[in-house]
């Protein structure tokens, strides 16, 4: 069975204290991960989509890279702002198109 | 504002009662969907259509049916409300197969609370 499993749960940094979120999955045909961010009380924010193992993409202070097995999103000197969880989700095969597979996400906690 | 947007932001209603969701995407997109995430967080697909025709229907009990008018709408009934149909449910679009590496966008969620 398709599966997505990201850690930690939950993240507390102090601003410009630089980590890393994984996103570990398990599918039978991989057609593309994606990174999402969410607010309280809004709808998934498209932050990136990787297709193929050693791919990276950057988007101010996050960077996300992929495994055969895992992605990572990379925060470098968070700030406050960046609060909010950060979902996973592969892209597989569902009867000719495709579908998303979400992780639980990682609620991240930027303090000043 | 190019969006998608969903009514009614929030929605109370009891056990039994029958209640829609409505979903409307200005973005030019030709596939929509409708996601339950529930109180673990967790975004689980349910149905997607393309172009008004039905593409991917999860597991979902037939008490939820979705219509689609034009590509541009999405809507979600939902029949005999049980308590377990209490979640947060995220209407999204895409540009269409093989295009998705676009990016999904997502509505702001219909919190639904069943009592």
């Known amino acids: 069975e398709d599966q997505v499993t990201q850690s930690p749960e939950a993240l507390r940094l102090q601003e410009g204290e630089s980590s890393s979120l994984n996103c570990s999955y398990t599918?039978?045909?991989?057609?593309?991960l994606f990174w999402y961010r969410q607010d309280p009380g809004k709808g998934p924010e498209f932050l990136f989509t990787l297709y193929s193992a050693g791919e990276e993409k950057e988007k101010e202070r996050l960077k996300a890279t992929l495994t055969k097995k895992e992605s990572f999103l990379h925060i470098t000197a968070p700030k406050p702002e960046d609060s909010a969880t950060y979902l996973c989700a592969v892209q597989v095969a569902s009867g000719g198109y495709n579908k998303l597979i979400f992780g639980a996400g990682t609620r991240l906690a930027v303090h000043p | 504002d190019t969006a998608v947007s969903q009514t009614p932001k929030y929605l109370v209603t009891q056990m039994g009662n029958d209640k829609s969701i409505k979903c409307e995407q200005n973005l030019g997109h030709d596939t929509m969907y409708w996601y339950k995430q529930d109180s673990k967080k967790f975004l689980k697909i349910m149905f997607s259509y393309n172009n008004k025709e039905l593409i991917i229907n999860e597991t979902v009990p037939n008490r939820f049916s979705p219509k689609s008018p034009d590509k541009a709408h999405l809507n979600l009934h939902i029949n005999s409300l049980e308590l377990g149909d209490s979640a947060v449910y995220f209407c999204?679009?895409?540009?269409?197969?093989?295009?998705?590496?676009?990016?999904?966008?997502f509505g702001s969620g219909t919190r639904l609370t069943v009592v």
């Open positions: 599918v039978s045909g991989l057609r593309g």
């Open positions: 999204a679009s895409s540009q269409g197969p093989g295009q998705e590496h676009y990016g999904y966008t």
